[in-house]
């Protein structure tokens, strides 16, 4: 028997400016974005080839909109594995995404840490073969 993680909740203000950044900035694939009520959407994203998806789940009450942000804490909390760490770290950077840092070179790869607009913190890796 086989199992994977097929998407991961992430708590954001509104649908469409998190399909903007997600699909817009960072080239994702828009999977799904179905009405469900007034108010809410089922809506996947996730990076073209990718088995694990990013729900876009629009926060709903004080508390959500509390967490949009810092579901983590304040750590980096998602991880964007490329296998062309130079390419995709310009096509970003051109098309508007925020770097807290330059690239560096660590043991295990080269890594650099960038926001989402809703303040969200993720890793671009590119790992050691």
């Given at each position: 028997?086989?199992?994977?993680?097929?998407?991961?909740?992430?708590?954001?203000?509104?649908?469409?400016?998190?399909?903007?950044?997600?699909?817009?900035?960072?080239?994702?694939?828009?999977?799904?974005?179905?009405?469900?009520?007034?108010?809410?959407?089922?809506?996947?994203?996730?990076?073209?080839?990718?088995?694990?998806?990013?729900?876009?789940?629009k926060?709903?009450?004080?508390?959500?909109?509390?967490?949009?942000?810092?579901?983590?804490?304040?750590?980096?909390?998602?991880?964007?594995?490329?296998?062309?760490?130079?390419?995709?770290?310009?096509?970003?950077?051109?098309?508007?995404?925020?770097?807290?840092?330059?690239?560096?070179?660590?043991?295990?790869?080269?890594?650099?840490?960038?926001?989402?607009?809703?303040?969200?913190?993720?890793?671009l890796?590119?790992?050691?073969s």
């Amino acid at each position: 028997m086989s199992q994977h993680i097929s998407a991961i909740a992430l708590v954001v203000p509104d649908y469409d400016a998190a399909i903007a950044f997600y699909v817009g900035s960072l080239g994702f694939d828009l999977v799904e974005d179905t009405q469900q009520s007034a108010n809410k959407r089922w809506v996947l994203v996730a990076p073209k080839g990718a088995q694990t998806q990013l729900l876009l789940a629009k926060a709903d009450g004080a508390l959500q909109t509390a967490a949009i942000g810092n579901q983590t804490g304040g750590r980096v909390g998602f991880f964007l594995h490329t296998e062309d760490f130079a390419s995709d770290f310009q096509k970003m950077r051109d098309a508007g995404v925020t770097f807290e840092e330059e690239p560096r070179v660590e043991p295990y790869g080269t890594v650099a840490v960038f926001r989402d607009p809703f303040g969200n913190r993720w890793d671009l890796l590119e790992l050691n073969s």
